[in-house]
């Protein structure tokens, strides 16, 4: 399988990680800050958090940990955790996958069982997050930190009008192929959240920060996160 062109940099937080360990244990209140990321589809999710990820080592060039982004490479990062095939991505989308589709693979052997891979995910997550100075988009992870006081949780909204325009304009999608792709990408975002944590993608009280990307450009959003890291 080839690795994400960012995986290599998820590697080497990792390994920075593992060579500033403090010399005494951390307490939850005193970890470094991490950020999650929940978007709708077309709402520029990846791009705000590449540039938010460029933006804050650019503002410590010298820092032994540097921020690291895990947007698509989070599943290779979760199968590497826990010894897991690299083939078994293409089983973990953004999505619920059904539970009979689910209990037929497992009893064929094909991979492990929904929960199993969910299990997994989840602690990756909370890892990440432990450890601090990462930006996770996606996967529940606004929904898996609750609770954790170094972590602020994000929403990226906006009108499907723009969502549109970010797609066509941005990936070369069709109006119809754009309008279509949000609909399904949404969903099945919504149809995670709801079966694994039981609780609402939309619900802005499951966020610290809700923002619409309509009025927003991507410097202004990014200057905004960081605001709210101080």
């Known amino acids: 399988m080839e690795l994400h062109p960012s995986y290599q940099e998820c590697r080497g937080y990792i390994a920075a990680h593992l060579h500033h360990k403090p010399e ?10 991490a950020i999650t990321i929940s978007r709708q589809a077309g709402a520029r999710g990846r791009t705000i958090g590449l540039k938010l990820q460029n933006e804050l080592r650019a503002m ?3 820092a032994p940990i540097p921020w690291t982004l895990f947007d698509d490479n989070l599943v290779q990062q979760i199968l590497e955790d826990h010894q897991l095939p690299a083939d078994l991505e293409k089983f973990m989308p953004d999505d619920a996958i059904s539970e009979l589709q ?9 991979h492990p069982s929904l929960w199993t891979l969910f299990e997994k995910s989840v602690s990756t997550i909370t890892r990440l997050s432990r450890m601090g100075h990462c930006i996770i988009v996606g996967r529940g992870g606004h929904e898996i930190t609750r609770g954790f006081p170094n972590v602020i949780r994000v929403r990226l909204i906006g009108s499907m009008e723009q ?20 609909k399904e990408e949404d969903a099945a975002r919504r149809r995670y959240i709801k079966q694994h944590f039981d609780a609402d993608i939309d619900a802005p009280t499951r966020y610290d ?6 009025h927003l450009n991507d ?4 200057r905004l996160l960081i605001s709210s890291l101080e």
């Open 163 to 182: 969502r549109m325009r970010q797609m066509t304009q941005g990936h070369g999608m069709s109006a119809t192929a754009a309008q279509k792709y949000i």
């Open 60 to 62: 410590a060039p010298k």
């Open 219 to 222: 410097d202004s959003i990014v």
């Open 209 to 214: 920060l809700v923002i619409n990307t309509d």
């Open 24 to 33: 005494f244990s951390v307490k939850a209140t005193e970890r470094p800050p």
């Open 102 to 110: 689910s209990s037929i693979n497992e009893l064929l052997g094909r």
